[in-house]
């Protein structure tokens, strides 16, 4: 069972990506590319060695994506991270906060 630090990275993930699949790409659904990054995504957090120390993927020293999955999630992060404080603004505020103090 993941930690708890685990689940939430893995919810503003899923969160993410089903914002960029719904407005960039026009889906209600998401689409079969979608799916496959969010499940390597959370195969990929669920397995993180750190855990409940667990900082935000963009700083962490672990780059554990292959490199097309990880140019996927930049393009993703991209696009929905600045749009995280609309349509959901205390996850991406909780997640910033998180960040500034993980550094």
């Not at 590319?33 to 990929?44: G, K, P, S, T, V």
């Not at 991406?92 to 550094?103: C, N, S, T």
Request: with cysteine; proline share 7%.
């Amino acid at each position: 069972m993941p930690s708890t630090r685990i689940r939430q990275e893995q919810e503003i993930v899923e969160q993410m990506i089903r914002l960029y699949c719904r407005q960039k790409e026009g889906h209600r659904e998401l689409c079969p590319d979608c799916i496959e990054l969010l499940q390597y995504a959370h195969a990929r957090l669920a397995r993180c060695p750190f855990g409940e120390k667990k900082t935000t993927c963009r700083i962490c020293p672990v780059h554990c994506y292959k490199p097309d999955m990880r140019k996927k999630m930049q393009e993703v992060m991209r696009f929905a991270g600045p749009r995280m404080i609309l349509y959901h603004p205390v996850v991406a505020i909780r997640h910033l906060v998180q960040e500034f103090f993980h550094q």
